[in-house]
């Protein structure tokens, strides 16, 4: 599933390929992907007008059309955004969206699981509002501070994977950059979050933040087949530390990897870097 450095990846691609653009015609061919708003409906407030920007705030995409229309995306397990540019014809398979820009360029939203979203918000206070009701602090930003962190650590008994797969504390982060962040840190994904000290939350916020940035910096990682919007592969799932390593050993200690479920999801540590909270 691509979380925020795959969404940042195709973020930072369609930018400068639509920013400025008009969007002059737009087909969705599967209704379901803006249930319960009908596809001419969402069809209608897109096409004609020119995009601003292109935006992401956790693993939600977002098109900031002019008149403060947003066009709202999220790839969920499998969607995909490509960018054909003007000139080249493009059929891929499970397309559920296309949208044509004024210069023969497309856009075109793929998706073979189809559980992908797309949804039009009309004003910027509608938008905020969208993503409060959502999602918590946004990690890359000045607001993913120690003290944000502890504010929403405190108290809790969750496990600190479950915790941070929890899209209205931390957004954007999923299951591969909570282990890589947890790994870095030295934490069992097990520990409750409200039992860290102040220095192992520091360490996390450090580690979070270094993790998707690296995840970045190599374009995502490649895994159920996900493509950035050139239809090219992301290469971070080469520089994991611990996720699907289980069984080789740690690259700090020599450890063998394990794996064990947290949260409902695969999950990968160190037993000796990651020492088991004791109960
Ligand atoms: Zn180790």
């Known amino acids: 599933m691509p979380e925020l450095p795959e969404v940042e990846t195709v973020r930072r691609q369609l930018g400068p390929h639509l920013t400025g653009r008009r969007i002059t015609r737009t087909t969705v061919s599967d209704p379901l992907w803006c249930s319960p708003a009908p596809a001419d409906q969402v069809e209608d407030a897109v096409t004609g007008r020119r995009i601003e920007s292109v935006d992401r705030r956790g693993k939600y995409l977002t098109f900031a059309l002019e008149d403060e229309i947003y066009l709202v995306m999220h790839l969920r397990m499998t969607g995909n955004l490509l960018f054909v540019p003007g000139g080249h ?157 289980a069984g080789e050993p740690c690259t700090r200690c020599g450890t063998t990897i394990r794996k064990i479920r947290a949260a409902g999801r695969g999950t990968y540590f160190c037993p000796k870097c990651q020492p088991r909270p004791r109960v």
């Open 89 to 245: 014809e493009a059929e891929p398979r499970f397309l559920r969206v296309r949208f044509v820009l004024d210069d023969a360029g497309q856009v075109l939203f793929t998706d073979q699981r189809r559980f992908g979203t797309g949804v039009v918000l009309a004003g910027h206070d509608a938008l905020t509002d969208y993503f409060d009701a959502r999602l918590g602090v946004e990690p890359l930003g000045p607001e993913f501070t120690v003290d944000a962190l502890r504010a929403l650590a405190r108290g809790r008994r969750a496990p600190v994977k479950a915790f941070l797969l929890n899209q209205e504390r931390v957004a954007g982060v999923g299951n591969i950059y909570a282990d890589e962040a947890l790994f870095r840190a030295r934490i069992h994904p097990l520990k409750p979050v409200g039992t860290l000290r102040r220095p192992k939350l520091a360490a996390l916020r450090d580690a979070v933040v270094e993790s998707l940035r690296l995840g970045i910096d190599s374009k995502g990682a490649t895994i159920d087949d996900f493509r950035n919007a050139d239809g090219a592969y992301g290469s971070f799932q080469d520089r994991f530390l611990v996720h699907l390593r």
